[in-house]
């Protein structure tokens, strides 16, 4: 059962901070790894991938890979309240199809 | 470019009746998706196509869901007869081909179902 963990949250934090996001997935043999974010309501939208161990930069985003500790995270940086959603991760096994997480609920309060 | 198209955005009905959910890719992508999501279970694979062809339908709950992929531009999902528990959003979502596993997948605007 391949399995994809995140906190439900609500994760709070003020505008202007650092929000942490975490998630832990169950398969090792794990490629490819996502960052969705969905406002309520809404869709998923993709806003990071990442393939290899390390770090990996857009903009406010920093999405964190260690396949070793099978751990992937999304750091926003200067966090403001459009930011208030829902961040999915999901990972692929090797093959064409994702598995998600529940979701973190995140709050940026001004 | 147009994003995936799905109809209706809403649909309610009573338990017993079919339901039928459409959704149209991206152009050019070769891969279709069908997911539910629910509080309780989150986002969840129903099914996917590869060029028309069901790949993976291991999620389709029972044989009350069916979903058919007549050409490259159009997708259905069909429940019949329908139940309260089928109640949820369900996302149709493609991807490009030649991306395999690191394909990267586009959301429809989903299907808000609730079964009465």
């Known amino acids: 059962q391949k399995e994809v963990e995140q906190n439900s949250g609500p994760l709070s934090v003020p505008e202007g901070a650092i929000a942490s996001l975490n998630c832990t997935y169950s398969?090792?043999?794990?490629?490819?790894f996502f960052w969705y974010r969905q406002y309520s309501g809404k869709s998923p939208e993709l806003i990071m991938s990442i393939y290899s161990n390390g770090d990996k930069e857009d903009g406010r985003f920093t999405a964190q890979l260690n396949k070793a500790s099978q751990y992937v995270s999304l750091l926003i940086r200067d966090s403001q309240p459009s930011d208030s959603a829902t961040y999915l991760c999901a990972v692929n096994p090797g093959y064409s199809t994702l598995t998600f997480g529940k979701g973190t609920m995140l709050l940026v309060s001004p | 470019d147009a994003g995936v198209i799905q109809s209706p955005r809403h649909e309610v009905t009573e338990m017993g009746q079919e339901v039928t959910l459409r959704c149209k890719p991206i152009?050019?992508?070769?891969?279709l998706f069908w997911y539910r999501q629910t509080m309780m279970r989150g986002l969840e694979l129903l099914i996917y196509?590869?060029?028309?062809?069901?790949?993976?339908d291991s999620g389709m709950p029972e044989d009350r869901f069916s979903a058919k992929m007549p050409n490259a531009s159009f997708s259905t999902l069909k429940i019949q007869p329908s139940e309260p528990r089928d109640s949820a959003v369900y996302f149709c979502?493609?991807?490009?081909?030649?991306?395999?596993?690191?394909?990267?997948?586009?959301f429809g605007p989903g299907t808000r179902l609730t079964v009465l």
């Open positions: 152009s050019g992508h070769d891969y």
């Open positions: 196509f590869n060029n028309n062809v069901p790949i993976d």
């Open positions: 979502a493609s991807s490009p081909p030649g991306t395999g596993v690191n394909n990267e997948q586009f």
């Open positions: 398969d090792r043999g794990s490629q490819s």
